[in-house]
């Protein structure tokens, strides 16, 4: 799978527009559009840049997954 595959995924796992993504990258919308499609002209970021943002969202959607077990009410 590549990056601009792998990172389309973990964008929808999490719910996330293109917009919403960039921003929790620290990345304007455009340069976002670009990693998730690139071309000729705008190739893939280096490599540990592809694996700098996949472990963000991993770690976003960890979070995410964390505050939605503490809102669910326990059995007692």
């Known amino acids: 799978m590549t ?3 792998q990172l389309r995924q973990a964008r929808l796992k999490l ?11 620290a990345l304007s919308r455009r340069c976002y559009q670009y ?10 970021p280096h490599i540990l840049m592809q ?5 963000r969202l ?3 959607q960890l979070l995410m997954n964390k505050m939605l077990d503490s ?4 059995a007692q």
């Open 58 to 60: 991993a770690r976003i």
């Open 3 to 5: 990056f601009a595959q």
């Open 51 to 55: 694996e700098a943002a996949l472990a």
């Open 35 to 44: 990693w998730e499609k690139p071309n000729e002209f705008n190739p893939a």
């Open 15 to 25: 719910g996330f527009s293109q917009s919403e993504t960039a921003q929790a990258l």
């Open 71 to 74: 809102e669910r009410p326990t």
